[in-house]
């Protein structure tokens, strides 16, 4: 499995200010809270075997757990919650096959509160498939979709209770904040480039010239591209707000005027392409476009802006590019 | 394959080494290096030793297939784990253990035939399915011919199991077609232990401190008894041979052979350069403790949570096997084996030693607190379920065995070595 790892380390001699708590409590805090009030609507609307309005909010938490993830520092915060988020999203982290392992349990009659004891069993990617294949009505699926649910809501419940404990950690040790939050747009933005967008299109070392459309992030609800652009507004929040102190100011602050709009110039245009795409588009031209824009962004991010900022950056691709 | 991993040399290994400024050092690294070497023969003497009293057990239990020969044969495999559990911490430094180029791999490049897992239980026998059938197409049932699953397999004569036949099955057709090694035994010794249907569930061998309970019967009165009873020879014949090979290695007074290459005795030629095989041993200890031990052997079992992918699952000596990798780990940091002083070890240039010391004693106490559970209250399989206190605990050494693993590149440093993040993480590591 080709895998980029990354760790940042700070250069205590270049002092940088991070990024205030305006951007904590507007992007990190917010994102979390709109995601537990979709899990926990969610969880209603199964109740009530509404399938059409629990997909719908299927979507919406798929946009803000998708937020959450691409600035997700709480394993830096504290390492206890380094693996919370594979509790609730399994993307290209486990080789199980879900589906029949799903299939099996439906057509089961073995008790759910342990036929479902797998943590992959409960996660968003679980809860896709039952919601977007499985027939609500059927008691079983409904009463496992709902466990689903409520295993999602209460993981992000924890992360949002912890990044509440740890929110002096953050704000106030601004070096600190500055590297971990750098760290997870530069590990997002590897993960959206290789695996969300080349591993599809083809275009990842892994998968070149065999392009699958099953391999992308949502294809059973055909939400990947939303998902895309959910992580790249993400990065928008962390690097290109108007509305708090965010990383682009941080950056400019401290010479990186150039390389910070670089950053943003790539976004913009990520976004720019992904607005204008389907499904069916990461397969093409379009996705292909995509796959450079995040690669550029990427490349943005650790070559030029932590290296300007006083970030030492050090990366090892596993294959050897 | 968990059990043959590669070696990964990056270009900024090795132009870190290139660049390194340590020269000061250069006196104390071969007597580092020489600990390391006397530590190895050490070792890996003692898992042939001990390899050796499992195959006699194992060849006195075929004779006189008792439940107190089988017993013994079990008591054997146990204490044979002790041993080389400690030797895995010479792997993944390019020596010749695992080495997949050089002059080295003549000794075999063992590992996979030493230790392979997870292996597919249902290659080699019986088994009960998730559905409560017995299982067959294996290689103790097979008449002649047999076929390994998956794709490009090669069919195998089976007609006699001997070294040679489980050599030629081992890792045909894919990697978890594992036919040999420790833990091959150790199914024909113990038998199944996880219920397939659902590990919490544990229906096959109900029970906390309960592993496989495989009868007496299947050596004696059971179908193809004389068909295990070969197997297990032929399995501790290789086991055998294979670590032979390691003492030949790293034995003393040979001036060609791996041991003299590394101290730079070797007198055809084949000596290695003192930097990069430092380099090599510090990248493998942390390689080792942060994605072997950490992450393949402890994260995947307790993050998923998995039974099967727990690395000793029908002996459920489990709780051993990491006690012994982390103490072979422990062993080449400080320079001792068996209480025993080596010299000069990796961790004695390092001034500031506190931060790794501090998550070396918070390790130690949960290993200790995983072993002394598995003894009295519940075995691996158990504290590793999701709702068991101590999945948290575990967890919690998985991060520190990682964050001892990223260590070894201040080790290295304070021995003149520049390391990555990426150097000390194997980069084909199971994604969590």
């Known amino acids: 499995m080709k895998r980029i790892i990354i760790s940042v380390i700070l250069l205590f001699t270049f002092c940088v200010n991070a990024v205030d708590k305006a951007f904590f409590e507007q992007v990190i805090i917010h994102n979390i809270e709109q995601s537990i009030i979709n899990a926990k609507q969610i969880s209603a609307s199964i109740k009530q075997g509404k399938t059409k309005k629990s997909q719908m909010l299927f979507v919406q938490l798929v946009s803000n757990w998708k937020k959450v993830e691409a600035t997700y520092v709480l394993g830096d915060l504290n390492e206890d919650f380094l693996d919370t988020p594979r509790y609730i999203d399994i993307f290209h982290g486990n080789n199980e096959d879900i589906k029949a392992q799903l299939d099996l349990i439906i057509s089961a009659n073995d008790d759910l509160s342990y036929a479902l004891y797998r943590h992959s069993h409960k996660t968003i990617n679980a809860l896709e498939y039952l919601l977007f294949t499985q027939d609500l009505s059927n008691t079983r699926v409904r009463s496992m979709a709902l466990i689903m649910a409520k295993s999602i809501e209460h993981y992000l419940r924890n992360i949002g209770s912890a990044y509440q404990a740890h929110r002096s950690k953050f704000v106030q040790d601004e070096q600190f904040a500055s590297a971990i939050l750098l760290n997870a747009l530069v590990s997002s933005t590897y993960a959206l480039k290789e695996w969300r967008i080349g591993d599809v299109a083809g275009l990842s070392k892994k998968y070149k010239g065999h392009a699958d459309a099953r391999r992308a992030e949502y294809a059973i609800s055909q939400n990947s591209v939303m998902a895309i652009l959910s992580i790249l507004q993400a990065h928008k929040q962390a690097i290109d707000a108007s509305s708090h102190k965010d990383f682009g100011d941080v950056a400019r602050k401290f010479g990186a005027t150039k390389e910070i709009n670089k950053t943003i110039g790539f976004l913009n245009q990520a976004i720019a392409q992904v607005e204008k795409m389907q499904e069916q588009d990461l397969l093409n031209a379009k996705g292909k476009s995509l796959y450079q824009s995040t690669n550029w962004l990427m490349q943005s991010y650790y070559l030029s802006l932590m290296n300007k900022l006083g970030f030492v950056s050090k990366v090892l691709d596993a294959d050897g590019d | ?432």
């Open chain 2, 1 to 432: 394959m968990r059990t043959q991993k590669k070696i990964i040399i990056s270009s900024v290994l090795t132009m870190a080494m290139v660049a390194s400024t340590a020269q000061a050092f250069f006196g104390g690294k071969n007597e580092v290096l020489t600990a390391y070497a006397d530590i190895a023969i050490a070792s890996y003497t003692d898992a042939l030793n001990d390899a050796k009293s499992m195959q006699v057990a194992i060849k006195d239990f075929t004779k006189n297939p008792t439940t107190m020969m089988m017993e013994n044969a079990k008591a054997s495999w146990l204490n044979a784990r002790e041993s080389y559990g400690q030797t895995e911490a010479f792997r993944l430094s390019n020596g010749p253990i695992d080495a997949e180029e050089g002059w080295h791999t003549v000794y075999g490049a063992p590992e996979g035939q030493l230790n392979a897992w997870p292996l597919d239980e249902n290659m080699v026998d019986y088994t009960m399915d998730a559905k409560g059938k017995k299982t067959s197409g294996n290689i103790i049932d097979a008449k002649g011919a047999f076929t390994p699953s998956g794709e490009k397999s090669k069919t195998v004569n089976v007609s006699n199991i001997t070294p040679d036949v489980l050599a030629a099955l081992n890792e045909n057709g894919g990697d978890a077609n594992v036919a040999t090694g420790y833990h091959a035994i150790e199914f024909l010794l113990w038998g199944q232990d996880q219920d397939y249907a659902n590990f919490i569930k544990d229906g096959i061998t109900t029970g906390a401190l309960i592993a496989g309970q495989r009868t007496v019967a299947d050596y004696t009165t059971a179908k193809n008894a004389d068909r295990r009873k070969q197997y297990l020879n032929a399995a501790s014949a290789l086991i055998v041979s294979d670590l032979e090979s390691m003492v030949v290695a790293w034995g003393k007074g040979d001036n060609s052979n791996y041991r003299a290459a590394l101290l730079g005795n070797n007198t055809s030629d084949k000596n290695i350069d003192e930097k990069t095989a430092l380099s090599q041993i510090f990248s493998g200890l942390g390689v080792f403790i942060k994605s072997e031990l950490a992450n393949e052997r402890i994260a995947v079992a307790v993050l998923t949570p998995s039974e099967e992918d727990e690395h000793s699952c029908f002996s459920d000596n489990t709780h051993r096997d990491i006690a012994q990798n982390y103490q072979g780990f422990k062993n080449i940091l400080f320079g001792t084996y068996n209480g025993i002083d080596y010299g000069v070890a990796p961790i004695d240039a390092l001034k500031d030693k506190s931060k790794l010391m501090a998550l070396i004693k918070s390790a130690d106490a949960k290993v200790n607190k995983i072993n002394a559970l598995a003894q009295i209250s519940r075995h691996f399989d158990y504290q590793i379920r999701p709702n068991d206190p101590q999945a948290k605990q575990i967890k919690k050494l998985k991060n520190e065995l990682r964050a001892i693993g990223d260590q070894m590149i201040n080790v290295a440093k304070a021995n003149g070595i520049n390391l990555s993040v990426g150097d000390v993480t194997d980069g084909e590591e199971t994604q969590l």
